[in-house]
Every structure is written in C-alpha cells, then in structure tokens.
C-alpha cells in the first residue's frame, strides 16, 4: 500500500501564503495522479488541485485557480500545495491523495484509492 503524510499546515492572517507537502512511501510514486481535497464539518469533500503523473498538467477549483499552486518532484516522492492570498472561506482539513485515475475524472475524490491523515489550515480575519 501507499502512505501519505501532509505537512506544513498551520494558523495565518489572510492575505497570507502557507505551502503544503505530502511525501509518498513507496516505489512508483510516478505512476499516480496526485490531487488536493479539503473539508469542513458537515461539508462533503470538495477538490482543490490536481497534478499528472509526470507533472505537465495541471488542474484547479475555480475557487482556487489564480491563487494556488501545485507541483510535483518525483526524484522526492512529493507533492507540494503552495497557498497564496489566503481567505477565511480556505480554512478546512486539507488531504493530499493519490490514485491510478483518468485525467478526465481527476477532480472526482471516489477515483483516488490513497490518501493522507489531513493537515488543517486556519486562515483568521
């Protein structure tokens, strides 16, 4: 099996920039579409950002698009979230997630079969 562990999440002022890690174990870590997801209580998990297995394409929530980033370093088995202009309506548990997915269902978070304990990002007012 593969495991994820996310790192980096924290409290910060908006307008602020916090950047995520999440490093895979494991020997193929190129073979999976990589993705983001967050979620607050009573909320069902919403997509932020995904990345091919080779780090070429991209993909975003519109809520996102402009101010996240998300790469990919596959020598290091890690997928990084950079968080830029952040709002208070960000604040949720952030999942990182792994899959052998079509690109076309990559926002789709039944498609992913890995994924990681969370990492909460706070975003104060």
């Known amino acids: 099996q593969v495991q994820l562990v996310e790192l980096g999440g924290g409290l910060v002022q908006a307008g602020g920039s916090l950047r995520l890690s999440c490093a895979a174990s494991?020997?193929?870590?190129?073979?999976?579409?990589m993705g983001w997801f967050r979620q607050t209580p009573g909320k069902e998990r919403e997509f932020v950002a995904a990345?091919?297995?080779?780090?070429?394409?991209?993909y975003y929530a519109d809520s996102v698009k402009g101010r996240f980033t998300i790469s990919r370093d596959n020598a290091k088995n890690t997928v990084y979230l950079q968080m830029n202009s952040l709002k208070p309506e960000d604040t949720a548990l952030y999942y990182c997630?792994?899959?052998?997915?079509?690109?076309?269902?990559?926002?789709?978070?039944?498609?992913?079969?890995?994924w990681g304990q969370g990492t909460q990002v706070t975003v104060s007012s």
């Open positions: 997630a792994a899959g052998i997915v079509n690109w076309f269902r990559r926002d789709r978070s039944r498609e992913y079969d890995y």
């Open positions: 494991g020997r193929t870590f190129s073979d999976y579409t």
């Open positions: 990345v091919s297995r080779t780090g070429v394409s991209t």
